[in-house]
């Protein structure tokens, strides 16, 4: 070796691993933090939709299919009400009686002005 050089060796380590506290979990936990409680498995199925509704929803924060999914869980929702006030119509008329026309008269002026 030729006097005033030196030789320096470099040694590349390997980057430590993260903590198991730091480490990113597998993709399938990450993608299952993405939905919510309220959220199903989903089914895929073609639909044929009016032009003008494609239009309306293709615009909505989140996509087509969830502005979609989320106009057709609220009809679906407000179905199951209504079934259930029917019922609940049923059980009062069968224990009561059908109410008198005057009253029925009197109860649709009121959703009306409700409206």
């Given amino acids: 070796m030729m006097e005033g050089m030196s030789t320096q060796t470099t040694v590349r380590l390997p980057a430590p691993r993260p903590s198991r506290a730091t480490r990113r979990p597998p993709a399938t936990i990450r993608q299952q933090r993405r939905y919510d409680d309220s959220m199903t498995a ?26 979609i999914n989320e106009a057709l869980r609220h009809q679906m929702e407000r179905r ?36």
């Fill in 42 to 67: 989903k089914v895929r199925k073609t639909l044929t939709l009016d032009r003008g509704v494609v239009q309306f929803f293709s615009g909505a924060p989140g996509g087509l299919s969830s502005a």
């Fill in 80 to 115: 199951q009400r209504e079934a259930e006030l029917r019922r609940l119509v049923d059980d009062l008329d069968e224990l009561y009686g059908p109410p008198e026309p005057v009253e029925i008269v009197r109860l649709e002026d009121l959703v009306e002005d409700g409206d």
